[in-house]
């Protein structure tokens, strides 16, 4: 089951200066552990008005245990554009399955130079940082960044509990993909970990389809994988 839930973490970067935004879109996944389809995944993003931006990932079980479990995960992440960068104003996750259900939020406060994060029900107040990103929103400036011809490493300040963290990623150059969408151009990009325990994450964005992730691939330390793979764009 804890494979199934691996998918926020591929979902689980510094924007280019004066980037824009990337535009709204609908897109869906199937979601696959070890190869064999168990979910499907809707990610969207929009515009909100006032300058800010929705970020949402619902995803369901539909094989396997996650469907036996009725797994359903949603993570939402609100974002404003500050000097053409990317910063989380709030974040929220809420997972169920079976009976049990986890919920996480972040809350930035730009003006108070504050930010609130909750994990359950305790409480943790990490240090303000501009242009902080949660987890959930890294993939974005991503995108942001590829469309603007952005190369070699990427880092991105990432509230995790009571401090900040730093996520690295390397471009690692142009492949041709095959999806549901046909043979696709693509950028790869992977985490770089400073300790791994043999974890790797990497994503493959379409360069034809606006930079919006196409395959999302987590290996985990012992072998196990977990996959989402493009099915449709609107």
């Not at 089951?1 to 935004?21: D, G, T, V, W, Y």
């Not at 409480?123 to 952005?150: C, F, I, K």
């Not at 492949?175 to 696709?184: D, F, K, R, S, Y």
């Not at 606006?210 to 989402?228: A, K």
């Amino acid at each position: 089951m804890r494979h199934f839930l691996l998918f926020a973490a591929l979902l689980a970067c510094a924007s280019l200066a004066q980037a824009a935004a990337p535009a709204a879109y609908t897109a869906q996944y199937e979601v696959r552990r070890n190869g064999e389809a168990m979910g499907t995944a809707t990610v969207s993003f929009s515009a909100r008005g006032g300058g800010s931006y929705e970020l949402r990932t619902h995803t369901v079980g539909t094989g396997g245990l996650a469907a036996l479990a009725g797994a359903d995960i949603e993570e939402k992440s609100l974002l404003a554009w500050r000097d053409g960068r990317p910063e989380t104003q709030s974040y929220s996750y809420r997972q169920k399955v079976a009976w049990k259900t986890k919920q996480r939020s972040i809350v930035v406060d730009a003006d108070a130079r504050r930010i609130d994060s909750r994990d359950g029900d305790k409480s943790y107040s990490p240090p303000y940082e501009a242009g902080v990103l949660d987890r959930h929103a890294v993939n974005v400036a991503l995108m942001q960044d590829l469309a603007s011809g952005a190369s070699g490493d990427r880092a991105f300040r990432v509230p995790q509990r009571d401090r900040i963290d730093t996520q690295r990623y390397r471009v690692m150059g142009r492949e041709t993909l095959q999806t549901a969408l046909g043979a696709q151009q693509t950028v790869r990009v992977e985490r770089i970990r400073d300790s791994a325990d043999g974890r790797k994450t990497t994503v493959w964005f379409g360069s034809g389809q606006r930079f919006i992730p196409l395959r999302m691939l987590q290996t985990e330390s012992d072998g196990e994988t977990v996959e989402m793979r493009i099915v449709s764009i609107l």
